[in-house]
């Protein structure tokens, strides 16, 4: 045991290990540094960006074969990174088997609310061009929606072809995520050598009686084992602008008889021509001859495979001899090959004759060979056994080493700390999970940019699918950032205080990683942000939508503040933090800024911290948060929801930067008309949003005790839309005219008009982040 325990032991026998792994990854890398074989043809390039370009494709003129431009790709720098494209699509992959792997475009067809389409957003896509190669089978024609048609044209067999699917659905209830069959979404395969494609998507009835779920209408090909339906799709896919799809591709148009006898044959040396089996005249490939590997398509692409150097793979007492094409094997010296086979037959089972027998001693000294047989299998065993408990000693102490790491990161990233806090706070963490880094490694594909679904200054939000098919957004801070893991924490203990609707439900967390993780549900449909100031959402964002996505806010607002164990501020109100999910239903996201509040306190000291444009004027001078800082914040959402403008933009004109104060100043104006969003305004409806306008600026008051509590604003909220068939003629819902209490005292702290900014010292300002 003492020398098992020795440190100076265990470095030696880990050095072995490694000095022998490290030998065999160095031949396994000279082996195949040796079989690098040429792609283009000399002095031509063989790549573009990450993409590899083989003859006969090419980028430039000479390097691509001259009978035909299907095989000219231009490398195209002018999004900075080289992008390879085909005339107008983007190259993914080129295989010598005969594929070309690019990115398809996406056909859309959507509507407003009113039934008319959406002339910015619709796309018609195809490929009618000059381009020959056709269409792989390997993909499907698909398109989806609940008032969905599509065509798919082309030409086949040199006669114009045409098919289609159709796909209509009342509502979400039989839709079946992973399910393609005509409800939500239909496809067909794709005959072989169909070619010049071009499809397009169509609604029945102008998306009239699905819009609230699906306004639109899609239609694309994608690889059959790329795609895989999901009811998100519904809404989604018109931010899909291309999918991955795959053309085959060939030789001309003639068969290898006739290129050969034309003189425009262009297979090389050492390879064979196949005629493809479609079309009336298919063109051809080429590959290379057993035993040879390279580009077939050059002239010398075709090499000689050493086969000897890939391991063993003569059997018994037999070394490897590499020849031309192909390889033998012989006897080891001392041995012979047995020519006379019969008689050994009746060594072996069911009269077959063991390999290992081919190759026998050339001396009878059969019991002076035992021995030797014997020796040089006990050394081999003894050999391997002590490899194997190296090797078992070396991983046990890199396996106690992870274990290690994994609870140094748990203690870095706070959780002692969180254990602690949610001690004091005697909160059950039994719905709360803790996932572990295999986990969440398997359900975002070890962290794949294709799963990223946001980044900022908090980190990166991916999304995921856990074991039991539940899709979750998975939160990861920044590496090194000690203050963004303080925020995960905060959020973590601030989360498993709340159980409401309309908050974000936390699922669990990680903290054995380098940087914590957060896990939540997955909310389909994006920010609220985006609903209100993309041009092409925000026209299907209807008045009556925004009233109840502003009614649940503030019934979310209103449960943290006064239905909580502990009351809770969330600190960082804004439409980028509402989430939305398919039937428009708010979620409040992102509390690593939230505090708790002592029942017995009204007010924290804190250091002030949230967004430019949302911040409560009167916490960024004093420093004093309140539960009316977020009803401040909630008013600045609710004048984005009404007038459809950002809370702050340097591109509007000086006095109209700042969203709260402009909009408070239209309203004292009698100006209220002129800065709300056109398409919301209505003859039945202006009563009601002159009172929603009026709630909203009481909320914006600069000084917090003039400001309505949010249990008030959501009952009022609520009152409103109660009444909005019923006309409100002069009634106040306070029973009294609302008051402009906007005044800023002498006491007070000013506020520049153009910027919206107090005339607090440049520190106060240094301490907020955004």
Request: hydrophobic share 35%; with cysteine.
């Amino acid at each position: 045991m003492l020398f098992w325990e020795s440190s100076g032991a265990m470095g030696f026998y880990s050095m072995l290990v490694l000095v022998t792994w490290v030998g065999v990854m160095l031949a396994a890398i000279m082996a195949a540094a040796a079989i690098a074989y040429p792609l283009a043809l000399p002095n031509c390039s063989d790549s573009c960006g990450d993409v590899k370009i083989p003859y006969p494709f090419g980028t430039t003129e000479g390097c691509y074969w001259k009978e035909s431009g299907d095989f000219f790709i231009n490398c195209s720098k002018s999004s900075g990174q080289p992008q390879p494209m085909n005339e107008d699509v983007h190259v993914t992959n080129i295989s010598i088997e005969g594929e070309m792997n690019i990115l398809m475009y996406n056909a859309i067809d959507c509507y407003d609310q009113s039934g008319t389409p959406l002339e910015e957003i619709n796309t018609k896509t195809g490929l009618t061009s000059d381009r020959s190669f056709p269409v792989s089978i390997k993909n499907k024609f698909v398109a989806v929606g609940c008032d969905t048609y599509a065509y798919l044209n082309g030409i086949l067999n040199e006669e114009p072809f045409s098919t289609g699917c159709l796909s209509k659905c009342n509502n979400t209830h039989n839709i079946v995520n992973g399910s393609c069959s005509g409800i939500g979404c239909c496809h067909i395969d794709i005959p072989e050598g169909l070619t010049e494609i071009d499809f397009e998507a169509y609604s029945f009835n102008n998306h009239s009686d699905v819009w609230s779920f699906n306004p639109c209408s899609f239609a694309f090909i994608i690889q059959k084992d790329k795609f895989d339906f999901s009811s998100a799709y519904l809404t989604s896919l018109q931010n899909n602008r291309t999918f991955p799809m795959v053309f085959d591709w060939a030789i001309g148009n003639e068969t290898c008889d006739v290129a050969r006898n034309k003189g425009n044959y262009i297979c090389g040396a050492n390879s064979n021509c196949s005629d493809l089996k479609y079309g009336s005249a298919p063109g051809y490939r080429c590959k290379c001859k057993e035993g040879y590997d390279g580009n077939p398509y050059l002239k010398d692409g075709c090499q000689d495979i050493d086969e000897c150097k890939k391991g063993k793979i003569c059997p018994g007492k037999q070394n490897c001899v590499n020849e031309v094409g192909s390889y033998r094997c012989s006897c080891y010296e001392g041995y012979h090959m047995v020519e006379e086979l019969e008689s050994y037959r009746c060594l072996c089972n069911e009269g077959h004759l063991k390999v290992e027998e081919v190759c026998v001693p050339n001396s009878p000294a059969s019991q002076s060979s035992l021995t030797i047989y014997l020796a040089v299998g006990i050394s081999t065993i003894s050999l391997l056994v002590l490899l194997l408990g190296c090797s078992w000693i070396y991983w046990g102490l890199k396996k106690r080493k992870f274990i290690k790491l994994k609870e140094k990161f748990f203690q870095q990233n706070g959780g002692l700390f969180l254990k602690q806090q949610l001690s004091n706070h005697q909160k059950s963490m039994e719905t709360t999970k803790i996932f572990t880094t295999e986990e969440l490694k398997k359900a975002t594909n070890n962290y794949d940019e294709s799963r990223v679904l946001g980044q900022g200054g908090f980190g990166t939000v991916y999304r995921g699918v856990l074991s039991d098919n539940t899709v979750v957004a998975i939160k990861k801070s920044k590496i090194g950032d000690q203050s963004q893991i303080e925020q995960f924490i905060n959020e973590m203990i601030v989360l498993t205080q709340i159980n409401h609707r309309n908050v974000v439900k936390l699922f669990g967390c990680c903290l054995e990683t380098e940087v914590p993780l957060l896990v939540y549900e997955f909310i389909t449909n994006g920010t609220l942000s985006n609903h209100v100031h993309d041009k092409s959402l925000s026209s299907l964002l209807s008045w009556e939508k925004r009233l109840k996505i502003a009614i649940e806010i503030a019934g979310a607002l209103t449960y943290l503040h006064s239905s909580t164990s502990t009351p809770i501020i969330h600190r960082d109100v804004k439409t980028a933090n509402i989430l939305l999910d398919n039937d428009y239903t708010a979620k409040v996201a992102d509390f690593g800024a939230s505090r708790l509040v002592p029942l017995d306190q009204t007010e924290l000291n804190t250091l002030v911290q949230g967004t430019w444009g949302y911040l409560d004027p009167e916490y960024m001078q004093t420093s004093q948060l309140t539960e009316k800082s977020d009803v401040y914040s909630f008013g600045v959402v609710m004048a984005e929801l009404l007038t459809g403008k950002k809370a702050l933009s340097f591109d509007r004109p000086e006095n109209d930067r700042n969203l709260a104060i402009s909009f408070v100043s239209a309203i004292k104006e009698d100006r209220l008309l002129q800065i709300l969003e056109d398409h919301i305004v209505s003859e039945s409806n202006i009563e009601q949003l002159n009172e929603i306008a009026n709630l909203a600026k009481r909320c914006l008051n600069l000084r917090g005790e003039d400001r309505p509590f949010m249990k008030e604003v959501a009952k009022e909220l609520e009152i409103l839309r109660s009444m909005e068939k019923t006309p409100l003629g002069n009634i106040d819902v306070d029973g009294k005219k609302t008051e402009y209490l906007l005044s800023a005292t002498s006491h007070s702290f000013n506020i520049d008009v153009g910027t919206g900014c107090s005339t607090s010292t440049a520190a106060e300002y240094d301490r907020i982040r955004e």
